[in-house]
């Protein structure tokens, strides 16, 4: 087990370092209900993790250049009692202008 824990530190912090220990990331990635990747900004990460069930948040989307409109729907999984959530994402007309 340590060796292993050994092997993945001298493979990960190279990685890290010449990265500029990730110091540079703008944006995060978010897969919605429909599987298609979407990225917004790093400052709203905490809004759009933390959502409850059935609130909705605005949000730029870098990769469309669109404003979106990002809904959490918290799941239960039966088999092991497991909670995820999943993110319903659509265009916001408004914002938009469209």
């Known amino acids: 087990m340590r060796k292993l824990i050994k092997y993945q ?3 990960f912090l190279p ?8 110091s540079r ?4 990635p978010l897969i919605d209900t429909k599987l298609k990747l979407h990225k917004y900004g790093t400052d709203s990460f905490k809004e759009t993790f933390f959502l409850k069930d059935s609130k909705s948040i605005s949000l730029y989307c870098i ?21 995820r959530t999943l993110y319903k994402v ?3 007309e408004e914002k938009d202008g469209n």
């Open 25 to 28: 990331i703008t944006s995060y």
């Open 63 to 83: 990769k469309h250049s669109e404003w979106e409109d990002i809904k959490g729907i918290n799941s239960i999984n039966a088999g092991d009692n497991s909670h």
């Open 9 to 11: 530190a001298i493979l």
């Open 15 to 22: 990685l890290v370092f010449i990265t500029g220990c990730s």
């Open 90 to 92: 659509t265009k916001n």
